[in-house]
């Protein structure tokens, strides 16, 4: 039998949890929707900087977005801020770079200033949440973050979109995209959790996210003939055209650039096999990826996410696997796993 998991999905604005426990029903497996750490790093930064304090970021490599702009808001205060070469990649992967928006690289703080950790997943306060409620801290973790990929020369936006690209050239089966053992390389987000989870199973939350559409019962007929899966996130909406179990395309565009006449003109581009990876890129976007084989259709739409709300006029599906939309991503994590 599966043991205990504790599968979480981290997100911009929160991070999605499920301790799933596989003696009982899935709907009873206890579930926490709270801020993710970006967040709570970002509100630490803020509070210092409201008290005129220096801070030292040391810890682990982790997501930007939030932390990244409250760090910018401290530096223009004129305040100092000391960061570790690790940590620092949080920012820019181009190290020199972060000394130039005023960062001091160091291991240790030279000054009396407000230590703040850093790190995607915080297992002590993780454990604090799960036995405060008289339940055990399970011993396994899959996560999934989004991970651009490392590179100190080239565009993360280009290389997180050179990755999908290969993906789907190379037959675009999402659960080859779960790492149980090793992680390739160039996804340092990931390898970061490892570093404060050893055994964790990892992924990308975009492919736990379209793993979580094709769980759902009313999308899974439709998966012979093919669906358009869509994830409209806090920060990033993620489209992808499934058929079977294989993505023939896919796109990547941030959340703010869209309202509802654009998201409707990148869809059906998408749909007619239109749309161009530069016309993503160049609104601001990741880009787009369209295997050959990728024929015209996909006219059954299902849509998940925190901002699926953006869709509402459009009546797409709204995908919500076991009843509950926020844990769509932890739900295909586990479908990938072939756990349910």
Known sequence: MTENMLVIDVGSGTQDILLYQPEKS??????????????????????????????????????????????????AEGLKAYVTPQVALTFNDNLAYVEGMGVV??????????????????????????????MEYPQKLAVAVQDHGYSVSESNRTLRFRLWEEFVMQGGDLCKLIFRQSIPEVYTRMKAIREIVPEAILTDTGTCALLGIMADPLVKPHLNKGI?????????????????????????????????????????????????????????????????????????????????????????????????????????FLAGMGII
């Open 26 to 75: 899935i709907e009873n497996c206890p579930k926490y929707i709270v801020p993710s750490q970006t967040q709570i790093v970002a509100a630490q930064i803020r509070k210092a900087t409201a008290q005129r304090q220096g801070i030292f970021l040391h810890g682990h490599l982790m997501g930007g977005g939030a932390c990244v702009l409250a760090l910018k808001k401290h530096l």
């Open 105 to 134: 690289l160091c291991e240790e703080a030279p000054e009396a200033v407000t230590p703040i950790w850093m790190g995607d997943i915080d297992t002590f306060a993780l454990r604090q949440a799960i036995e405060a409620f008289g």
């Open 228 to 332: 358009l899966a869509v994830n409209i996130g806090n920060s990033h909406t993620l489209a992808a055209a499934i058929r079977g179990d294989r993505v023939y395309g896919i796109f990547e565009q941030h959340t703010s650039m869209f309202d509802l006449k654009s998201l409707t003109r990148f869809i059906q581009r998408f749909q007619s096999t239109e749309l161009t990876n530069a016309e993503v890129f160049d609104q601001g976007g990741h880009g787009a990826t369209l295997h050959p084989d990728m024929q015209l259709g996909w006219d059954f739409i299902a849509v998940t996410g925190p901002r699926r709300s953006l869709a509402k006029p459009l009546n797409w599906y709204e995908a919500a696997p076991y009843g509950d939309m926020m844990l769509t991503g932890c739900f295909g």
